[in-house]
């Protein structure tokens, strides 16, 4: 993999941090980042053709909500992005995101789900977001991607994903979800960890089409018995 060098120029040298502990942060990120980015991302941060994206400007959102949810780094450029445990500590992704951001970009947004409300976020959820990762956000499939379920996601990674725009999802500004909206989103997805299901049965809460499934499944054993039934019957 390759590696950063002072070799470079310095073009993978961020800007200078304003006290000695963020400095110490990005100085720990930039040896990361050597060590395990630069060989996809290119040692300036510009992206490899075919291997990574540029990370300029991407900001310390879009590096935070793919390093903590695991999605990066990838085994292969071609793979899909998919959510798993992360591979830096707590700590390391902290530098990283320090020094990436140290090139420009968004900070990390936040969501609080206590602030929100559920009702409306229902509402928002199914206008925006319900049409990929279905109205119980328990994640689907679309056109060349898996559509992950949200329930692990926490509500600054939440707030991240909007924002960002991750993978095949579109970003939204604050013009299409505001803070508002995004903490009602946010409280909308919490509550769907452990939703009501006042109908007993929610075989996981993935929707009406497959619980009809079972219910017609369920009917036609029964009816088969019926007639079985009747029909030794009137032998």
């Known amino acids: ?23 110490g942060l990005a100085q720990r990120g930039r040896d990361l980042y050597a060590q395990s980015c630069a060989g996809c991302h290119g040692q300036d941060l510009r992206g490899r053709k075919g291997q990574g994206p540029a990370l300029r400007g991407v900001g310390a959102a879009a590096v935070d909500f793919y390093l903590s949810t695991g999605r990066m780094p990838l085994a ?42 559920i009702a409306r976020g229902k509402e928002a959820f199914t206008e925006s977001c319900a049409g990929c990762h279905q109205v119980a956000a328990r994640g689907g499939i679309v056109t060349g991607a898996f559509v992950p379920a949200l329930t692990d996601a926490t ?26 909206e995004l903490d009602d989103i946010a409280a909308y997805v919490r509550a769907q960890r452990n939703p009501d299901n006042r109908g007993g049965w929610a075989i996981g809460n993935i929707g009406p089409i497959p619980e009809g499934l079972i219910a017609w499944l369920l009917a036609g054993v029964v009816l088969l018995g019926v007639v079985r039934a009747l029909g030794e019957r009137a032998r």
């Open 1 to 23: 993999m390759a590696l950063w060098s002072a070799a470079a120029g310095g073009q993978g040298q961020p800007p200078a941090s304003p006290n000695a502990a963020d400095q």
């Open 76 to 117: 292969d450029p071609t793979d899909e992005p998919v959510r798993a445990d992360p591979a830096f500590s707590k700590r390391d992704i902290g530098a990283l995101v320090a020094y990436v951001a140290g090139f420009g970009g968004p900070a990390i947004p936040t969501a609080n789900p206590d602030r929100g409300d």
């Open 155 to 180: 509500p600054r990674q939440i707030a991240e994903a909007v924002r960002v725009g991750p993978y095949l999802m579109p970003q939204f500004g604050e013009k299409q979800i505001d803070q508002g």
